[in-house]
């Protein structure tokens, strides 16, 4: 409490005579490397490397690399015939699977491979139906495209990987076609 007005005095005096005092910045988190392997992915691959990429663009604090040989990866990456879903372990790890249905009714790939990433980096289904929100998955129209996260997606991904957010263990299944 006296450490506090004794501060509160510095400044008051500091200010009073003309001198600056600056305040720290907030520590920032370092970005944290997320390695995922997509040598499972068959034909998918380089729309599972769009998907990183995508995201990577989107945000700062978190980056979504392939595996370097040797090394564990934080994600590892699937194709089956089934539909899209993810097996989160905890942020940041799990696995997920390109389900071919989806892509043979039409759903866009690239916005697939970046919604499945999206649960990885702690994000539900947000069934809104809203093309311009990433994580509406199969809500939105099968002629929806945009692979990009909203706004409020990507800062809730930045703030998820900020601090030490804990996601639980959660299964996501691409739902289809919503009749």
Known sequence: MISRRLAGLLALAAALTGVQVAAAEPARAATRILYYDASQAQEFVSVVNQGAAIWNA??????????????????????????????????????????????????????????????????????????????????APVSCTNADPSSREAATVQANFAGSVTVAPRTYVWAGRQG
Not at 92 to 118: C, K, L, Q, T
């Open 58 to 139: 989107s945000v700062t604090n978190v980056r979504l690399q392939p595996v370097a040989s040797g090394q564990t990866p934080n994600i590892r990456v699937y194709a089956d015939n089934g539909w899209p879903r993810t097996y989160s372990t905890s942020l940041g790890n799990g696995r997920w699977y390109m389900g071919r249905e989806a892509v043979v009714d039409g759903y866009s790939p690239p916005r697939i491979a970046a919604h499945e990433f999206g649960h990885i980096l702690g994000l539900p289904d947000n069934r809104t139906g809203l093309c311009s929100d990433l994580m509406s998955g199969s809500s």
